[in-house]
């Protein structure tokens, strides 16, 4: 990763010229490595990471001793006009194309133009799109006629990394956009085997064939949208001035991941195939935002994160039975509060009952605090979409993020938290079948993950008076393998022991050695393992229903 922010670095910071004091957006940031080295290059100047997504810049929080958080999404202007000395965009331009909808990018480089200084650079840093309309793509490392009728082309797959190349080909063109995003040909060649398609969809398969590790996410992401001649052209559509657009090679992934595995022909007007080489993988693009250079916006005007002001607006008074965030004023039905690890809850006053939640003013790490009410508030359209039963968001803090506040649906009367039913025993096979159905959902689809902590699901009673499981806590965050279901929650909703060794409301985190020895706590005589082996998906237990081995 070192070397790969490196080669960034080379490929952006030659082109931006900032003065002593100017500012610096590093657009995207993410984790914010990259805006942590700009800091370091342009050390007298101030550097801002901007991020829509509390996870990356949960890792980012660290680096603040160099650089400034600001949370935003690239597409909004959220910084004022002409207050920047010089923007930057790193491999996430793809991301907002595939994610935002085609064309977003345009209305990316519009809000930049608005932001930067007049003489100010925007420098941008992608994949690059292949001028070239067709290829023949060879394979050469694993027989294609094998691999197109092979079962692992044909059924699931949970280990991508045991794919032969061929077989990855055939599972992009399966899987990609939900299949059939392009078209191609198997033509058979002087003994060779060649599949033909375009130049651009061969691009994206031999540039993702070895992200195996995070293969559902990365066949959501289109990464090509900007030839070389488009980039340009959309500079100056947005009114940048002295556009340059350099290719650049990555030497290392030819090297290392395309020579002697595949290779790329063109057929000539004679009907031979001639070889070519491969593609540029990525390019630099700048423009220059028009007009001489002059002094814009204070880098202290600027509306950045301070979470030590959020959290001075949140004022708890409990002898009166308040809380007053901002400009906001809550009567609470009681002093007591319900204490998690991230945030407080507070009843409110009234009917429907209603709850308060908001990040803990005491949390050990307060970007945390922050982060979990973002991904209650902002997702919550995602367990709509997987019918997953939680209390509705009917309020939330409008100036946000980061988000003080929200007001949500309180639990109904006599709901039952299931660490209890864990604990006393009383946890059914209806219980089982209902959260297996969700984590099913979203662990087959790798993409978001809900806490699956005991103490965040409840029994309740509906109103046609069935039991179901209700996700109390609301919170959807983007799938971390580490914190999949077969490794931590199977084995809390299992063994009581998680959820009496509980710290506050958080049940105890299984250890490594207690997820890598399943025969430990997987028995073949338990009813309760037989519920959980009848409706969970076969991946995510730790021994496969046909009796196959532990995973």
């Known amino acids: 990763m070192d070397a790969a922010e ?25 984790t914010a490595g990259l805006s942590e080295r700009a800091a370091r290059y342009f050390s007298r100047a101030h550097v801002v990471a901007q991020d829509v997504s509390h996870e990356l810049l949960e890792i980012a929080d660290h680096r603040r001793a160099l650089i400034h958080i600001l949370f935003g999404n690239a597409l909004d202007q959220v910084l004022p006009e002409n207050s920047l000395d010089a923007a930057m965009c790193s491999s996430c331009g793809h991301e907002i194309e595939s994610f935002c909808g085609t064309g977003s990018m345009q209305k990316v480089l519009e809000v930049m133009l608005r932001e930067l200084k007049p003489g100010a650079a925007f420098v941008h840093r992608d994949f690059i799109k292949p001028d070239a309309q067709e290829v023949m793509l060879e394979i050469l490392d694993s027989n294609v006629r094998e691999a197109e009728h ?52 061969a691009y994206e398969f031999y540039m993702r064939k070895d992200y195996v590790a995070n ?16 980039a340009r052209q959309a500079f100056e559509e947005a009114g940048f001035v002295d556009v340059r657009v350099i290719p650049h090679r990555n030497q290392w992934l030819v090297d290392n991941r395309l020579d002697g595995r595949i ?47 959020a959290l001075s607006e949140i004022r708890i008074d409990r002898a009166a039975g308040t809380v007053d965030i901002g400009t906001k004023h809550f009567e609470l039905s009681s002093a007591k509060s319900m ?3 991230k945030r407080e809850v507070f009843f409110l006053s009234g009917e429907p009952r209603c709850v308060l939640k908001i990040p803990r003013v005491d949390g050990l790490n307060v970007h945390n605090c922050f982060k979990a009410m973002q991904q209650t508030i902002v997702h919550d359209d995602i367990l709509d979409l997987h019918r997953v039963p939680h209390p509705k968001v009917l309020e939330f803090d409008t100036a946000g993020p980061p988000f003080r506040f929200l007001v949500q649906e309180a639990l109904p009367e006599g709901a039952e938290c299931a660490a209890d039913l864990i604990e006393q025993g009383r946890l059914t096979e209806a219980d089982i079948e209902a959260l297996a159905t969700i984590v099913n959902s979203f662990e087959r689809e790798k993409r978001w993950q809900l806490d699956t902590n005991p103490f965040n699901w409840y029994r309740v009673i ?82 496969a229903s046909a009796g196959g081995q532990p995973i």
């Open 6 to 30: 490196d080669a960034k670095a080379l490929d952006i910071f030659p082109y931006m010229k900032v003065p002593e004091g100017g500012t610096i957006l590093d657009l995207g940031a993410g």
């Open 150 to 201: 092979s079962a692992a082309i044909s059924g699931s797959v949970s280990d991508y990394s045991k794919l032969t190349t061929a077989q990855l080909f055939f599972r992009f063109h399966k899987e990609f956009a939900g299949g059939n995003a392009f078209s191609y040909a198997i033509e058979e060649i002087r003994g060779r085997t060649f599949i033909r398609l375009p130049a651009e969809w």
């Open 215 to 230: 293969w559902h996410n990365e066949i959501r992401e289109k990464y090509s949208y900007w030839s070389e001649s488009q």
């Open 263 to 309: 290779a790329l022909f063109s057929v000539q007007s004679s009907g031979e195939l001639e070889a070519i080489p491969f593609f540029d993988t990525h390019m630099t693009v700048l423009g220059v935002k028009p007009g001489a250079r002059r002094e814009g916006v204070p880098f202290g005007d600027l509306p950045l994160v301070n979470y030590d002001r």
């Open 339 to 341: 204490l998690g690890t």
């Open 462 to 543: 509906r109103p046609d008076g069935k039991p179901e499981l209700m996700y109390a806590d609301g919170k959807v965050y983007r799938y971390d393998e580490k914190w999949s279901f077969a490794r931590v929650g199977l084995l809390q909703w299992i063994d009581p022991r998680y959820v009496r060794e509980a710290d506050g409301r958080g049940a105890r985190i299984p250890e490594a050695r207690e997820v890598d020895n399943p025969s430990a706590w997987w028995s073949a005589d338990d009813e309760l393992c037989h519920a959980w082996e009848r409706h969970l998906d076969a991946s995510l237990l730790p021994v």
